[in-house]
């Protein structure tokens, strides 16, 4: 049960938690190909990465793109933390920003696993969040997404089958992506988790990626939601 020498492609490894896995999954052993629709974010993760890994650009939004990628390829496992979504409540969000929060996250998830060639025993790893649980309010369309996920995760795994499929549910990560909100909110949205969460702080990407190394390399995981949020879903 390692990663030793297994090929893994990160879709949206340029940045937060996909980065965070390709960092963890450099150091396992694996040969490592990281994706995004930014060259230049490409670029320098493969640099901030020390140039061992492959970076490649991809946009989940592009299925022909996807198909034609995926042709000549293929992984032992799969990655995707890519998605670019506005959060916010119902009747604020305009409906265009909603479609179009259902088109990246869910969609592109989709879209990736129906044209991904994973090896015989390998995985994907698709990443939801724990809205899909325990919503707040500003985020149900969020958690409705998660939730799709979950669910496309459980309905995979047993179509695909041999091939694995889990879902990894995070709370709060401190990523680039939560530093789109602006100084003051930020500060005070990380202090009030770190005390509100059981476990007493905000987590990392590099713990999303220790579970998403174990989910990968474990040949009796398969059709799961792992939650690592600290505790969130229980406060
Ligand atoms: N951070 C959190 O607190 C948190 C909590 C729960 C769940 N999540 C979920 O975790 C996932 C990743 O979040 P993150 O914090 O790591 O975000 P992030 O730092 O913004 O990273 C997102 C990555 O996805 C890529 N990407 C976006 N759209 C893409 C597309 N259409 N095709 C290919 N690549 C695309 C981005 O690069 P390009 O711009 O170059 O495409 C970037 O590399 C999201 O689904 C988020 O909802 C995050």
């Not at 049960?1 to 492609?9: I, K, N, P």
């Not at 890994?53 to 991809?58: F, N, P």
């Not at 996250?105 to 790893?125: D, E, H, N, Q, V």
């Not at 949205?189 to 999303?208: D, K, N, Q, S, T």
Request: some cysteine.
């Amino acid at each position: 049960m390692t990663l030793t020498e297994t090929t893994l492609l990160v879709v949206g490894g340029s940045s937060g938690i996909g980065f965070g896995v390709a960092q963890a999954a450099l150091k396992a052993g694996a040969a490592v190909t990281i994706a995004s629709r930014s060259a230049e974010k490409v670029e320098k993760a493969c640099a901030r990465l020390g140039g061992k890994v492959e970076g490649v650009t991809l946009d989940t939004a592009d299925a022909a793109g996807l198909e034609a990628f995926f042709a000549d390829r293929s992984f032992d496992h799969l990655f995707c933390s890519a998605a670019s979504t506005r959060v916010a409540a119902v009747r604020e969000l305009p409906l265009e920003d909603a479609y179009a929060a259902m088109q990246s996250k869910f969609w592109g998830a989709y879209r990736l696993a129906r044209a991904a060639r994973i090896a015989p025993g390998g995985s994907i790893t698709l990443i939801s969040g724990t809205l899909s649980t325990r919503p707040k309010p500003g985020t149900a369309l969020q958690g409705a997404i998660n939730a799709g996920l979950e669910g496309l995760t459980r309905g995979l795994a047993v179509e695909l089958a041999p091939l694995r499929v889990n879902c990894i549910a995070p709370g709060l990560v401190k990523t680039e992506m939560v530093d789109t909100l602006d100084g003051d909110g930020r500060k005070a949205m990380f202090e009030g988790a770190a005390e509100r969460l059981p476990a007493g702080l905000v987590g990392g990407p590099e713990m999303i990626a220790v579970q998403a190394l174990a989910i990968m390399a474990n040949p009796y995981m398969t059709g799961a939601t792992v939650a690592v949020d600290g505790g969130g879903v229980l406060v």
